[in-house]
């Protein structure tokens, strides 16, 4: 079992930044990738960002050069620092981790607002 915690939305005028951590406790040893996701209302959720236990990267096209995705050493910990922000980035952001044995876990999300 891996439990997700995440912190760091809020509210936020257009061109600021946020920065997103999600702390991971327990089976962290099974953790292989660690990825953000985000859902607006009506919309379907989406991938934004994922890191994988090697370090490499990948973003979806609507935030490459805007959001960068890391992780801490130890492993159980990956942020997300978004710059630029706009208005289309608002969202509910959820931290999920892939485990060795392909299981899926959410964290329970932050509300990231960003206002025009």
């Known amino acids: 079992q891996v439990q997700l915690v995440e912190s760091g939305g809020g509210l936020v005028q257009a061109g600021g930044s946020l920065r997103l951590s999600c702390l991971a406790s327990?089976?962290?040893?099974?953790?292989?990738?660690m990825a953000w996701y985000r859902q607006a209302p009506g919309k379907q959720r989406e991938l934004v960002a994922i890191?994988?236990?090697?370090?490499?990267?990948n973003y979806a096209d609507s935030v490459k050069g805007r959001f960068t995705i890391s992780r801490d050493n130890a492993g159980n910990t990956v942020y997300l620092q978004m710059n630029s922000l706009k208005p289309e980035d608002t969202a509910v952001y959820y931290c999920k981790t892939l485990t060795w044995s392909n299981r899926d876990y959410w964290g329970q999300g932050t509300q990231v607002t960003v206002s025009s």
């Open positions: 327990g089976s962290i040893f099974s953790i292989r990738n």
């Open positions: 890191i994988t236990q090697v370090g490499s990267t």
